[in-house]
């Protein structure tokens, strides 16, 4: 079944750049049939959606980040990116990449584990 | 944006229990509105999609209904293992948008 791994650095300083990537495994990302979306969730706190990515390269981003986020895609590669620029503490999370289904209803399924980003110096 | 409003925000009850959450949407969103569960350490895992379509491989004491604004997810027998937080999320439009959660503790 399909399968979503996030990596990247766990450590980020304040005004820099958070750069993550998924993985998918076990099917394409070349698929008309989803989205891929990355979801973020603060230290003891609710889910916040960042955005998603159409294999297209298609994106759409929540107005609370847009000014600071960029998904990309990688088909070549089976995989895509969050960059999130000029961080803050605010910032620190655990960022979940997750497949988002195109069409009338949607739900994310199957989601990553999860990757903690600490924003400190 | 829609806002998605979960009660209780937390509760305590014991096993056997039926325990019921629910969830209000600002505006109508039909019946585009998913439930999660989220244990410590865990992604969330999808229980509920479409209001009350039951993914494949949850158990069949988990149960959601609704429409419009107005959401429920009921779980029968309280097993051990739901004792979590559940999350719901409307994906009637961007930004998809979460509840703030329910934690269900052990009595």
């Known amino acids: 079944q399909v399968q979503l791994q996030e990596s990247g650095p766990g450590l980020v300083k304040p005004s820099e750049t958070l750069s993550l990537t998924c993985t998918v495994s076990g099917g394409s990302i070349n698929s008309a049939s989803y989205y891929w979306s990355w979801v973020r969730q603060p230290p003891g706190k609710g889910l916040e959606w960042i955005g998603y990515?159409?294999?297209?390269?298609?994106?759409n981003y929540n107005p609370s980040l847009k000014s600071r986020v960029t998904i990309s895609v990688d088909t070549s590669k089976n995989q895509f990116s969050l960059k999130v620029i000029s961080v803050t503490a605010a910032d620190t999370a655990v960022y979940f990449c997750a497949r988002d289904s195109v069409g009338s209803y949607s739900w994310f399924d199957p989601w990553g584990q999860g990757t903690l980003v600490t924003v400190s110096s | 944006d829609i806002q998605m409003t979960q009660s209780p925000s937390s509760l305590s009850a014991s096993v056997g229990d039926r325990v019921t959450i629910t969830c209000r949407a600002s505006q109508r969103i039909s019946s585009y509105l998913n439930w999660y569960q989220q244990k410590p350490g865990k992604a969330p895992k999808l229980l509920i999609y479409?209001?009350?379509s039951l993914q494949s491989g949850v158990p069949s004491r988990f149960s959601g209904s609704g429409s419009g604004t107005d959401f429920t997810l009921t779980i029968n027998s309280l097993q051990p293992e739901d004792f979590a937080t559940y999350y719901c999320q409307q994906t009637y439009s961007t930004p998809r948008t979460f509840g703030q959660g329910t934690k269900v503790e052990i009595k």
């Open positions: 479409a209001a009350s």
């Open positions: 990515v159409y294999y297209t390269g298609s994106t």
